[in-house]
Nanobody, 123 residues
């Protein structure tokens, strides 16, 4: 059974930082590209960042580029999202997802999803 479990969310003031983690089990982790998405209240789920199988390639949404960093540790079956200079508009539930062999930015390209972790940024 595939499981993706996110952690690290919380309430933080604008300008602060958070590090989200996503622990994967039940899948050949090193064979899947991984991604992070987020969904704010009343809005559609949107792509945030993705990382290749090896971790050598990354891709970011324009709105987070320069502030967010995605990384992975295949030995620990974990993918991370470092979020810096948080803004109130970053408030959302953040989801990690496991995809196919290559970096992807579309929801339908990902096969497995976590339950999400809430990030709330106060102004």
């Amino acid at each position: 059974q595939v499981q993706l479990v996110e952690s690290g969310g919380g309430l933080v003031q604008a300008g602060g930082s958070l590090r989200l983690s996503c622990a994967a089990s039940g899948l050949p982790f090193s064979f899947d590209a991984m991604g992070w998405f987020r969904q704010a209240p009343g809005r559609e789920r949107e792509f945030v960042a993705a990382i290749s199988r090896s971790g050598g390639d990354t891709y970011y949404a324009h709105s987070v580029k320069g502030r967010f960093t995605i990384s992975r540790d295949n030995a620990k079956n974990t993918v991370y999202l470092q979020i810096n200079i948080l803004k109130p508009e970053d408030t959302a539930v953040y989801y990690c997802a496991a995809g196919g062999p290559g970096i992807a930015t579309k929801i339908h390209e990902y096969h497995y999803w976590g339950q999400g972790t809430q990030v709330t940024v106060s102004s």
